[in-house]
């Protein structure tokens, strides 16, 4: 099993930022795809960001520019640097994690909300 943690959610203005947070721990071996998703209320859950093992990175092309996302090993942890917010961006944001195999671990998400 893995579990992940996510933090760093909140409100904050429109131009504003945050940095999100997913904490890895326990059976962490064999991950080879990590990603950041969201969704909004009634709509479905879109990817945002996604790393893999050779750091290759792939965006939303609406965050494109705004968003990087980042892995740590000493940490275990995955990042979401995330600047230049906007309404649109508001949704519960989840860390997700990819095993050889497919198996597919999520976290239990944070809620990021963009108003003035």
């Known amino acids: 099993q893995v579990q992940l943690v996510e933090s760093g959610g909140g409100l904050v203005q429109p131009g504003g930022s945050l940095r999100l947070s997913c904490a890895l721990s326990?059976?962490?071996?064999?991950?080879?795809?990590m990603a950041w998703y969201r969704q909004a209320p009634g709509m479905d859950r879109d990817l945002v960001a996604s790393?893999?093992?050779?750091?290759?990175?792939n965006y939303l092309d609406s965050v494109k520019g705004r968003f990087t996302i980042s892995r740590d090993t000493a940490t275990n942890t995955i990042d979401l640097q995330m600047n230049n917010l906007k309404p649109e961006d508001t949704a519960v944001y989840y860390c997700k994690v990819v095993k050889y195999g497919g198996v597919e671990y999520w976290g239990q998400g944070t809620l990021v909300t963009v108003s003035s």
């Open positions: 326990g059976r962490i071996f064999d991950i080879y795809f």
């Open positions: 790393i893999d093992l050779s750091s290759r990175t």
